[in-house]
């Protein structure tokens, strides 16, 4: 897909992989929304900037992808901007912490609500443009602890490894319309998600459990998102982008 002059929307698009994923797709010359639930400081002056330079624009809108309403009404506002919806990546999310016994069920329904329910109620509402348009892409993020079990976070990895799945089934639904859909999986990416751990944790990350001994970055994982966009005959994948830690036996 030739990315200028189209128009992309990212879900928790104001840091992180999100806020990288946005700049990556302006720096292509499309007109990009992010959304999230607090309105941006300086990066989405950063981001209109970059798009201004490629005669594109940027806009932000306050939603809550947890609530159905804000599903619709955010796509709604998007499509409203510019006529038109070409992408869409699901990059909102959160961590969920506690095991079995611990995790509230409250916190448990939060989770689907956010990384799972989301996904159908944005797809609901964006698809029927992308049919429009005889073509569109959609990306979701899951996570290295999708793959694996992990200790302490029961809700998070449940989610998370819905999403590998959720991709392959509306991959496979979409296809007939080119709506191609695939999935990220990162592994520890230096983003304000990471903030909880210690040094030590995150020194012990680097030294005994990735591979290639070191963090990765928010533009590791927007890369990949962009060449999934741009590549029109990937779908129903999933890239895990962990520096090896998914992998390795040792």
């Not at 990556?24 to 989405?44: E, Q």
């Not at 506002?77 to 999310?93: C, I, Q």
């Not at 964006?126 to 569109?136: F, L, N, S, W, Y």
Request: charged residues 20%.
């Amino acid at each position: 897909m030739e990315l200028a002059g189209k128009v992309c929307l990212v879900t928790g698009g104001t840091s992180g992989i999100g806020a990288a994923t946005a700049l990556d797709f302006a720096k292509r010359g499309a007109n990009v929304v992010i959304s999230g639930r607090r309105v941006p400081k300086d990066s989405l002056e950063t981001l209109q900037a970059i798009a201004a330079g490629q005669g594109a624009r940027a806009a932000f809108i306050r939603a809550d992808v947890s609530k159905a309403d804000d599903c619709s009404r955010l796509v709604a506002e998007a499509h409203t901007l510019w006529g038109k919806l070409d992408v869409l990546v699901h990059s909102a999310g959160g961590a969920v912490p506690g095991g079995l016994f611990d995790v509230s069920e409250e916190d448990w329904m939060k989770a689907f609500d956010v990384h799972v329910h989301a996904v159908l109620r944005l797809a609901r509402a964006a698809v029927p443009h992308m049919i429009e348009a005889k073509e569109g892409a959609i990306i979701l993020i899951s996570s290295a602890a999708g793959h694996r079990g992990c200790l302490g976070a029961i809700a998070y990895g449940v989610v998370k490894g819905a999403l590998p799945q959720f991709t392959r089934t509306l991959a496979r639904e979409l296809a007939g319309y080119n709506i191609r859909v695939n999935c990220v999986s990162p592994g520890f990416i230096r983003t304000p998600f990471q903030d909880f751990l210690t040094p030590e944790q995150a020194e012990n990350n680097i030294r005994n459990r990735i591979p290639l001994h070191r963090e990765g970055k928010p533009e590791d994982v927007s890369r990949a998102i962009l060449g999934l966009v741009e590549n029109e005959f990937i779908t129903g994948e999933d890239i895990v982008i962990d520096g090896g830690m998914s992998m390795r036996i040792v």
